[in-house]
């Protein structure tokens, strides 16, 4: 299984950013996908995560309201977009998918099993 992220760049504050991640290779025919990003420095933490089915998504907190994450199944593809972006959210944005038909999204980095390269996302102020 191969996650392909890209989207990132540089923007200014309240800008906004759609980042995509392409799936490919045998993951089944369904998979829960979560973007996390690591800030240069610190740990990565969950950003927002989406079921399977794409009925179900969960939001760390800081981005409620600002990001939004989608799916497109038929493209195999997970959208996360950012509005109102902070310097704040500057980080390495990660694509991660976990083969699951459960509706609960877990936002813990050990439940997913494959990992994209990321792509970086700098908001200047």
């Known amino acids: 299984v191969q996650l392909q992220a890209s989207g990132g760049g540089l923007v200014q504050a309240g800008d906004s950013l759609t980042l995509s991640c392409a799936v490919s290779?045998?993951?089944?025919?369904?998979?829960?996908v979560g973007w996390f990003c690591q800030a240069q420095g610190k740990e990565s933490v969950f950003v927002a995560g989406?079921?399977?089915?794409?009925?179900?998504?969960y939001y760390e907190d800081s981005v409620k309201g600002r990001f939004t994450i989608s799916r497109d199944n038929a493209k195999r593809t997970v959208y996360l977009q950012m509005n109102s972006l902070k310097p704040e959210d500057t980080a390495v944005y990660y694509c991660?998918?976990?083969?699951?038909?459960?509706?609960?999204?877990?936002?813990?980095?050990?439940?997913?099993?494959?990992w994209g390269q990321g792509t970086k996302v700098t908001v200047s102020s």
């Open positions: 991660a998918a976990r083969s699951s038909s459960s509706e609960k999204v877990l936002g813990a980095r050990r439940y997913y099993n494959y």
């Open positions: 290779g045998r993951t089944g025919s369904r998979y829960a």
């Open positions: 989406i079921s399977a089915s794409g009925e179900s998504t």
